[in-house]
């Protein structure tokens, strides 16, 4: 497979292709970058890697974050997780607090920021200095050492997340956390933070397409068993209320941010991010979403 | 791989555990069955057969049905579909009314009722001689002539449907069907009273692993991107409210009936079919469930 | 009180502000009602009649029938109805079924449709001749034996109830209806398509301004208690998704009618009809609605 | 009418039968009190006093002080109340978030969580000292210089006040309130934290039963008209989710508190206050609820 000519040719495609979308703007911070902006890279299991445009240059990674948290709570604690947060597709907005209510607190799955939020909690409790572990964690999966927090991005957020700090307060009325609500917000605040490229990110993503072994060394960061559970979960709850379409329409297992970037994985096959700033109305980067889709459709190859 | 030994083994294995569920009790002629019945049956892409128990006994596949309905439909109206049902998971359970009220009589996808009796509605309009159109189209998927409808659990159904009889008026109020309400019914009652055999299920799911061929002469049915697009839904709506345990644990495409049957695929790979009639709460086969966790966790692989 | 001059300054002013609103089209015979008709009516308990424009002419009650059957069920059952149907307002539309979902098929309140469908269940059950009955008994309270059902609009009405089928279907799955579906729904479209005048309205509802006693005759149809009870469930639960505002600004117990007539009652003093068929956005004859707020704030007396 | 009597048999009716429901322990503090305790207090709008068994001993009137907050906040901004919050019947729990979420942050009446929250809000941003100004307030209806907040319950509630908090920051992500969240939550929770007798709250009460003129000296705290409507919204939203039921079986406007207190008012006649700690499952006194059913059935009158 010629990945480089398809990663250009798809570009080429949806770069000729009216722009929709709009660049997120409820985190002020985020609302600065440039809609213009567009990277790709491709890294298959054999560590060889593709890549077009700005696949360089770091962009706040938002919720994709959510599958660090998720795969570091997952060594830490295994299948108690279980009892925290469940699995299932949500039906509902992303921050949505109807069906917290209705099911008395416990997240639907890990993705919906109450389930990130419960993962974060469970994070502070077992870990000694969280942020800087999970940088380390973070550093590690994608073989960086240089990936920071955005300090910036943090501040930014950390004014304006009523939201959140709803979930948050609301789990805590029922128990499903057990440290201080501001607490938990600043730690899931800064972990969606993180500064990464598109390279970076796919690097990471590598141990999703290999098993849970990272690229560069072939050292085991996560069971196969594991892998199979945490990617299961990226496809049916990883882009908001769009998981259907994007299973549908793409095919591969991914994880969406607001800062525009979509990392996605094929496994056994490579990992593979996006990032184009404008989202769609779901809340998923619009030209991010229809790059993946003609990357399938050319290659006509997906998990399905 | 040794499929044989391996279905064996999980057979053996699923077998020994203590019984759990129930046998569906709604329609009182599926109550009848018996609730030791196993079967199991694997065909692979290549053709080959192996299967254990009372895989060559048939039984009502009930919701399996939504599938080949599905399918028969996308043939028919192709990306038309869009219009009248979504592919979104629907984070509610498999008849309710609430989400079809919120969300203005368009169904979340094609395998909760109100998407089924909706793809029903479509095929009345038209196939000339739906019910024996759908039939034929079956049996041709199965390579199997003698598949029939089972006129006793017809009748059973029907006098008891008052839930989907409310989702259809409600649809009908929503001009979301245009047919008449007793005459979808009847057709989505019939569609579903199919009965057949783990062995025909696995031979007619094989297209969906196949890229849209028939196993036994090759014969192009769908094409590849519209089998990407089935598979997909598939797995994020195809297990009732359990879809994502179901992707998370096993790892398969598949669909299930309150029958007790599970027909799932590995794209590329194999179809296999389990049945096994006592339902777990969220009305899935128990044993089923578990044989196919089996199945992938022994064979190392799934499409994640 | 000079109520004749009330009732016509207060009808003045309405006429005289703009025209909003607008007829009922869903029941295609009730768009044929001239916008321009307006009735109003009075009556005290001491039996004195005051009345304004078209208060003589018929329109077809439609909800405002649902008090009758409420009234005629409470003789027939007395608090035995308090296990089919509660008495909370349902902070839903109509016609929800939602609630009804959630829990588990027990209308919250005799006025919206689910419950009314309930109450008409329960008499079909005990009445030999429920429609000829139930005429009789809206005869008896109004005092005149002419009245009659419009057989034009129960047979364009039958036509569309896709919706009140749908949550009969609905009810009867949680077994909360035991006649069959259609034959309820006949029965409470029949009743619904009384037609009566301001005049007779405000003479049948006498008995809830009386304390249960007739206005022509004294005798008595209801024991206090029991007016009570069925006053307090039209204050709160009376005018659809629109109690609160309408006892915040009118403060009198009411039903309402999509036909445009809403029949108010001030216990202990008069019940008063007031009928102009456009309607609100909640359904609610937005002149009557105004001519009763205009006549509490005049005479400076209501409930509250 | 002799009330004294009246209050006596109904106390004894009350006292005579089993004890239902339990003491209120969200908030550390009222669980503390005897659930023994039994005050009945009624005041005619002719300024005669009758009381029974504990109704001089003063206890936390909790939610009872929304009614103060709600007639303080329409002294202040008069009919734009209407923009923030609305007068209907919520139809949920009095702590729900869901048809907040719904319904874009503007709570449905001003005796849910979120609406008293909301009138909190703007009595903080037009009051110069709000929480003094509010106790002159209530003082003066009540015609007692030695009411005050229970810094105790403030305390204790303040700790625990998770949901509210929620409420809050769900309500300042819509923009509905506008002073900081833990402001407000502190304003609220001092206000709902007065501690009055049965006897105290009669008279404070006194207003909504004598056209807003205090009962003491005659003068005017609020017109006719704005009585009025309090008054529509305690009876259709003044008893949690179960105004419906209290309405039908007691007649009265009323409102209620976790402390075990039911104000209630019947217009033009008395106000009259009983507090019984244990509460029913839907969170109002129980021997309240029935003593407040008794009475208004011996005496036989009631709004209805």
């Known amino acids: ?20 979308g709009k660049v997120a703007s409820y985190i002020p911070e985020l ?95 077992v870990l000694r200095h ?10 590690r999966l994608s073989n960086c050492e240089t990936i920071e927090y955005d300090p910036a991005v943090i501040a930014s957020e950390l004014a304006l997340s009523h939201r959140n700090r709803a979930i948050l307060y609301m789990l805590k009325g029922y128990g499903s956390i ?3 609500a501001e607490e938990v917000l600043d730690f899931y605040v800064t972990a969606c933070a993180l500064a990464m490229s598109c390279r970076e990110l796919s690097h990471a993503f590598g141990i999703f397409a290999n098993g849970g072994r990272l690229l560069h060394n072939g050292k085991s960061v996560l069971c196969q068993r594991r892998v199979k559970r945490i990617n299961a979960i990226m496809l049916t709850c990883g882009q908001y209320d769009e998981a259907g379409e994007f299973a549908f329409r793409v095919g591969l297992v991914a994880k969406s941010g607001v800062g525009g970037g979509i990392a996605a994985v094929y496994p056994g096959k490579y990992a593979v991010t996006v990032w184009s700033p404008p989202l769609n109305p779901k809340g998923n980067s619009d030209a991010g979403f229809r790059a993946l889709e003609l990357l399938t459709d050319r290659t006509g190859a997906s998990i399905f």
Chains 1, 2, 3, 4 share one sequence.
Do not use: W
């Open 130 to 139: 969280p942020k800087q572990d999970f940088l380390d964690f973070v550093r």
């Open 178 to 180: 057990k440290n201080e």
């Open 1 to 20: 497979m010629d990945y480089q000519t398809t990663l250009e040719t798809v570009s080429q495609q949806v770069l000729s292709e009216p722009t929709r």
């Open 31 to 125: 609302s600065k970058v440039s809609a213009a902006k567009f990277g790709f890279h491709l890294t298959t299991v054999a560590g060889e890697d593709y890549c077009v445009g700005d696949s360089g240059e770091r962009f706040s990674i938002q919720s994709i974050s959510k599958v660090f948290l998720l795969t570091r709570a997952i060594q830490e604690v295994g299948p108690d997780l279980a009892e925290r947060v469940g699995v299932e597709p949500s039906g509902n907005l992303f921050d949505s607090l109807v069906q917290l209510e209705y099911e008395d607190g416990i997240p639907r799955n890990p993705f919906i920021n109450a389930g990130a939020l419960v993962v974060c909690d469970l994070l502070l409790s």
